[in-house]
């Protein structure tokens, strides 16, 4: 029974070593180097530490060493590139850079002369030429990058259209999907804008409808108050004349406040679970009086007032008020002023008068002596 065993494992390992013959075994220049494959690693001369597996693997390289390559083509034109890994039919198939890794079919299978980038998944990073330092992780994940650096994408089809953009980073499925040829942006969950640079985004609009953010909450911090517009852009709202155009006095425009009507109110459970009590304006009735101090939401209906338009209103109303007090106060003033003018004239007046009665009385009871002499 032992002798049958052992005659069936023979035969299996005759049988494994003929159908290693017929895949074409090539005989390692150096004993580091280990090929499996007909023409794997067919022109190699001096390359050290060199694995190839797989037809053709490793087919042209020559002075290349530490390089792995596990599928057909895989590290097919490489010559004198190092420390690269592919694995998958055809990754890394033109590959003459360094420090490289392509997992999947057709990873990094243009790249000629880029190094650092890591490949994982059908078609990732499959344009690359050039290109170094770019992480893509998922199924044509940076598929068309062709000579953009630094760029990392997580997710299928993560930085899809990306070609010579740089320093981009895309998580999510389809991330950056659109982004073609702008720099430093940040997608996450996003399909990006064409062309676009320095952009964060976080969520689709009309997908998340609502977001937290720890560590916000409670923590005291000085600064310029963030806005979000319409379409979801967070910002502050710059106060500098170079962003301004058609600068003119409110004027009487400001008046339009005069009619709003001031409530308390508490919001819906759903927005305020506290029931806090609020006071401020309801934004339908500020559109009656002045539209132009109402912001609205994305079917265009009322939905918030523009409080900072409402306070230079008020801060144009009080001036104006202002104006026409001190204006009062001078007139006021000076009307003060006649009078007191007028009170020191008319004491003049009576000091004088009080003079003249003096000597008049004084001439009087000479002139009655004299009238009784006769």
Same mark, same amino acid.
């Given at each position: 029974m032992n002798q049958l065993i052992d005659l069936r494992v023979l035969t299996l390992i005759a049988f494994a070593l003929t159908n290693l013959a017929l895949l074409g075994q090539v005989k390692a220049v150096d004993p580091t180097d280990t090929f499996f494959g007909g023409g794997a690693g067919m022109s &190699?001369?001096? %390359? &050290?530490?060199? @694995? %190839?597996?797989g037809f053709e693997a490793l087919f042209s390289n020559t002075t290349?060493?530490?390089?792995?390559? &596990?599928?057909?083509?895989?590290?097919? @034109?490489?010559t004198t590139g190092v420390f690269n890994?592919?694995?998958?039919?055809?990754?890394?198939?033109?590959?003459? %850079?360094n420090d490289n890794t392509a997992t999947g079919f057709i990873a990094l299978s243009n790249n000629?002369?880029?190094?650092?980038?890591?490949?994982? %998944?059908?078609?990732?990073?499959?344009?690359?030429?050039?290109?170094?330092s770019n992480t893509a992780n998922g199924s044509q994940a940076l598929n068309n990058n062709t000579t953009g650096n630094n760029n990392t994408a997580d997710g299928f089809q993560a930085l899809l259209s990306n070609t010579t953009g740089s320093s981009n980073i895309a998580v999510g499925f389809g991330a950056g999907l659109f982004l073609t040829t702008g720099d430093n942006n940040i997608d996450i969950g996003n399909s990006g804008i064409p062309d676009e640079a320095n952009t964060i985004r976080v969520g689709t609009q009309g997908t998340q409808t609502k977001t937290f953010i720890a560590g916000v909450s409670g923590a005291g911090v000085s600064g310029m108050a963030v806005k979000v517009n319409a379409a979801g852009q967070l910002g502050t709202a710059p106060s500098s004349a170079r962003f301004k155009e058609a600068i003119k006095p409110i004027d009487?425009? @400001?008046?339009?406040?005069?009619?709003?009507?001031? &409530?308390?109110?508490?919001?819906?459970?759903?927005?305020?679970?506290?029931r806090t009590p609020q006071f401020g304006l309801v934004a339908e009735e500020v559109d009656k009086v002045n539209p132009d101090l109402v912001a609205r939401d994305a079917q265009g209906k009322p939905y918030t007032v523009r409080y900072e338009a409402v306070n230079a209103m008020l801060l144009n109303e009080f001036l104006k008020e202002h104006k026409a007090f001190l204006e009062e106060h001078r007139t006021v003033q000076k009307q003060q002023n006649e009078i007191d003018?007028?009170?020191?004239?008319?004491?003049?007046q009576r000091a004088l008068i009080q003079k003249v009665n003096a000597r008049i009385e004084m001439r009087n009871p000479a002139s009655q002596v004299a009238e009784n002499n006769h």
């Open positions: &190699v001369t001096t %390359g &050290v530490q060199d @694995s %190839g597996f290349g060493f530490n390089n792995t390559a &596990v599928g057909a083509f895989a590290l097919f @034109s490489n890994t592919a694995t998958g039919a055809n990754a890394l198939a033109n590959n003459t %850079g000629t002369t880029g190094s650092d980038n890591t490949a994982t %998944g059908l078609n990732a990073l499959a344009l690359n030429t050039t290109g170094n009487k425009a @400001s008046e339009t406040i005069l009619a709003l009507k001031p &409530v308390s109110f508490r919001y819906k459970k759903e927005i305020d679970p506290e003018a007028l009170r020191a004239e008319l004491k003049e």
